[in-house]
């Protein structure tokens, strides 16, 4: 099992920044990446960045490359999302996913933190 906490949400203006944070715990050995997702009311949740947790590989959504940046702390406990330029369309409640692989694929969310940018 592993637990994750997330942190650093909140409100701020059109062109501004936040920085997150997904904090692991738990059987984290076997993890293989982690992600950011984030879900409007109404929509999807979408993929917005994701990092491997051997390699430090990322992958970004289109709608936010160049803008976000995601990384993890030596240990791979701790991943981070920082945002900058924020869109009023980032407004979102994002989450932090870890997928591990045994015996198939498991995932474990966070409890999502809101982020709004707004004027």
């Known amino acids: 099992q592993v637990q994750l906490v997330e942190s650093g949400g909140g409100l701020v203006q059109p062109g501004g920044s936040l920085r997150l944070s997904c904090a692991a715990s738990?059987?984290?050995?076997?993890?293989?990446?982690m992600s950011w997702y984030r879900q409007v009311p109404g929509k999807e949740r979408e993929l917005v960045a994701a990092?491997?947790?051997?390699?430090?590989?990322?992958n970004y959504a289109d709608s936010v490359q160049g803008r976000f940046t995601i990384s993890r702390d030596n240990a791979g406990n701790t991943v981070y999302l920082e945002m900058n330029s924020l869109k009023p369309e980032d407004t979102a409640v994002y989450y932090c996913n870890a997928r591990e692989y045994n015996m198939g694929w498991n995932h474990y969310w966070g409890q999502g933190t809101q982020v709004t940018v707004s004027s």
């Open positions: 990092i491997t947790t051997s390699l430090g590989r990322t």
């Open positions: 738990g059987s984290i050995a076997t993890i293989y990446d």
